[in-house]
């Protein structure tokens, strides 16, 4: 199985609150801090999870651009792209004590990714490309993700894409990105519920996040593996590359070990 992914290498700031944020003062936290972004977790949990894992993206020349493609590197993903250039993105993730999250997103140099910095060879051999919604929302790199499907398809490789917000979509136009899906034409569809009613897409399967509910894959529910829940933050791109990987068995147990730790990799 070889999953390429295309989309973010982010800088991921995790912090959760010890107890309820104090206004103008000190609260403790425990945190952790490495790649993420949303086609670098779904990376890092398909090579954990025993697939030939490649990420595709941009990313910058500084600190953050080095630390965050040394820490994918480390967990088995092949990093391709051009040459690192600008300033890296930053996302930072606020975990309140119940498990729920809240995100503040720098895309840094991320979204710049140009159609003709696309090679061909990034995809030979891949079973699936998976697109994160953040890179069909933005341009250029929303160009780049339309020829990447052309060449990986061309590769013999399924198309899967995840919605990834409900706000982004709206931000974007949902009726503009409805003609950039007519041109994917996705093999498979995540979202959670909102995000699916916000812009419903033909595709050959569609699967719903209901996060403590499980998920619903094209009609049929799948109960949440059992567990505890310090951080929800990545459950759903732990869930889609246990999909792409194994199935829905497989992503109900990945999203279960991502819940039960800080922070959104493996």
Same mark, same amino acid.
């Given at each position: 199985m070889v999953v390429c992914t295309l989309g973010d290498l982010l800088l991921d700031i995790v912090v959760k609150l010890a107890k309820p944020l104090a206004d103008g003062d000190d609260t403790s936290a425990e945190t952790r801090v490495g790649a993420g972004g949303q086609a670098a977790n779904v990376a890092a949990w398909a090579a954990a999870l025993g697939a030939e894992a490649r990420?595709?993206?941009?990313?910058?020349?500084?600190?953050?651009?080095? &630390? #965050? $493609?040394? %820490?994918?590197? +480390?967990?088995? /993903?092949?990093?391709? !792209?051009?040459? @690192?250039?600008?300033?890296?993105?930053?996302?930072?993730? &606020? #975990? $309140?004590? %119940?498990?729920? +999250?809240?995100? /503040?997103?720098?895309? !840094?140099?991320? @979204?710049?990714?140009?159609?003709?910095?696309?090679?061909?060879?990034?995809?030979?051999?891949?079973?699936?490309?998976?697109?994160?919604?953040?890179?069909?929302?933005?341009?250029?790199?929303?160009?780049?993700?339309?020829?990447?499907?052309?060449?990986?398809?061309s590769a013999g490789a399924k198309i899967s894409v995840d919605l990834s917000s409900v706000n982004v979509i709206r931000e974007f136009g949902a009726d503009r990105l409805a003609e950039r899906f007519e041109r994917i034409r996705p093999d498979l569809v995540f979202g959670n519920e909102a995000e699916h009613e916000e812009l419903p897409v033909a595709s050959g399967t569609k699967i719903v996040k209901r996060g403590p509910l499980g998920a619903t894959v094209d009609g049929e529910d799948y109960a949440p593996a059992p567990g505890k829940v310090v951080d929800t933050t990545g459950a759903g791109d732990a869930l889609a590359a246990g999909y792409l990987v194994g199935g829905p068995r497989l992503a109900m147990e990945a999203a279960a070990r991502c819940v039960a730790q800080i922070g959104t990799m493996p």
């Open positions: 990420f595709v993206g941009k990313r910058g020349a500084d600190a953050s651009g080095e &630390l #965050v $493609e040394d %820490d994918l590197l +480390r967990r088995a /993903v092949d990093v391709l !792209g051009p040459p @690192p250039t600008g300033r890296n993105g930053v996302v930072v993730s &606020l #975990v $309140e004590l %119940d498990g729920s +999250r809240t995100m /503040v997103s720098d895309r !840094g140099v991320a @979204p710049e990714l140009e159609p003709d910095e696309i090679l061909g060879e990034w995809f030979d051999g891949a079973d699936w490309l998976h697109l994160s919604g953040y890179s069909l929302m933005r341009e250029p790199i929303g160009l780049a993700a339309e020829r990447a499907v052309e060449v990986a398809r």
